[in-house]
């Protein structure tokens, strides 16, 4: 098992990740129940892909303009990737989830110069200005792993980080928020992004852990927990409009979400007001809240995320991550990933779900 502790610390005493070192990266994360089953794991990973296929036809689309052309989407929408069949085809944030699941079954854990030389090897659907910016650094600049990463608050890492918890289900150690840091900073880094990064694969390892469905505010009690020692002293400003905040993300997400639960507003009228880019101060709020108003029914969570958001496919990806870790495999809509052509590229269909066949067998069965 790789325990990527010391590189971590050795990397923050040098100040080459970008985040504050607390006490939180020393707390081992709390053991699956007995009864856990894998299942859950399978949620995860599902409900990431589904919610990236839904949202990707109409990534970046504001949601009345998207209601406009194709009214609630519930389903998936002709696929020119796929000979114009309702297929479930997939976009940056599910190959990159799955190419560091592939790259963790090879080296039986995070070797995170593994996976940028991934990153930087395959085509990438609807990718992001900073991946593009550290696959340029990488293979054009000469950087290492360490270095190309970019100083870039966007959503780009939160939507692929999910994975790294696999290796640590049968044996829970502070290793975990290691392996999601680093597994982070290689594409973004960022204070914010990589605080979201381990925030996240907290919130998700304690979904996994969960047998009943929590209250609105749990969401983003459990977040903010992790994220605001983590992200230390930092200066962000809002790009709302009239919105005149400056300071850490972790606190913008806290008083805004806290602010929305409290008046209850429909998810649509709470993404507009945080636009829903994939700015983590925009990504961030629309996430918890639609978790915090549709924890209890994954489609629904899911449904929201795709039509109520810009960056929908990536929005959908976390909330769907989230909603299938707590739900599990069960839990999601059948006719999602009947659907789900489960590819990582233009033409590997099946693969997702080989790749989640063999994590279960190597990290949990064997593990
Ligand atoms: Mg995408």
């Known amino acids: ?46 409900g990431l892909a589904v919610g990236d296929a839904l949202g990707y036809p109409t990534e970046a689309v504001l949601p009345n303009v998207r209601f ?9 929408l002709p696929s020119p ?61 000469g950087k290492t792993w360490v270095q190309a990463g ?30 999601a840091a680093l597994a982070g900073m290689i594409t973004h880094n960022d204070p914010a992004a990589n605080a979201c990064c381990v925030a996240f694969i907290h919130l998700l390892w304690e979904c996994l852990r969960r047998k009943d469905i929590p209250e609105p505010m749990w969401w983003l009690d459990t977040f903010t927990e992790a994220a605001r020692s983590l992200e230390g002293r930092t200066e962000y400003a809002s790009r709302i409009p009239g919105n005149s905040y400056r300071g850490p993300l972790w606190k913008f997400v806290d008083q805004e979400v806290r602010q929305a639960i409290t008046e209850n507003p429909s998810s649509l009228e709470a993404c507009e007001r945080w636009h829903s880019g994939a700015y983590l101060l925009e990504t961030m709020p629309c996430v918890l809240y639609i978790l915090a108003r549709y924890g209890h029914d994954p489609e629904e969570a899911v449904v929201r995320a795709v039509n109520d958001t810009k960056d929908n496919d990536t929005v959908a990806a976390i909330v769907g991550a989230a909603v299938g870790a ?9 006719r999602w990933i009947e659907g789900l052509l489960g590819r990582t590229g233009t033409d590997d269909d099946g693969r997702v779900f080989e790749l989640i066949d063999q994590a279960r067998r190597v990290f949990w069965e064997d593990g």
């Open 81 to 141: 990737h796929a000979g114009y069949r309702q297929v479930g085809v997939c976009s940056d944030d599910t190959q990159m989830t799955f190419w560091t699941l592939q790259n963790l079954l090879a080296d039986g854990g995070l070797l995170p110069e593994h996976v940028a030389e991934e990153f930087t090897r395959h085509t990438i659907f609807g990718i992001g200005s900073t991946v593009r910016d550290f696959i340029w650094a990488y293979k054009n600049e």
């Open 326 to 334: 707590l739900h599990g495999k069960a839990g999601l809509p059948p």
């Open 1 to 46: 098992m790789i325990d990527n502790t010391a590189l971590l610390q050795a990397l923050l005493s040098q100040d080459q990740i970008k985040m504050a070192n607390a006490q939180f990266l020393s707390i081992a994360p709390a053991p699956m129940p007995v009864d856990w089953d894998f299942d859950r794991v399978e949620g995860m990973l599902l």
């Open 150 to 179: 970019q100083p870039s608050a966007g959503n780009g890492t939160v939507m692929r980080i999910a994975p790294v918890l696999i290796p640590h289900l049968r044996k829970p150690t502070a290793a975990l928020w290691a392996d």
């Open 68 to 76: 406009q052309r194709h009214g609630e989407i519930r389903d998936y």
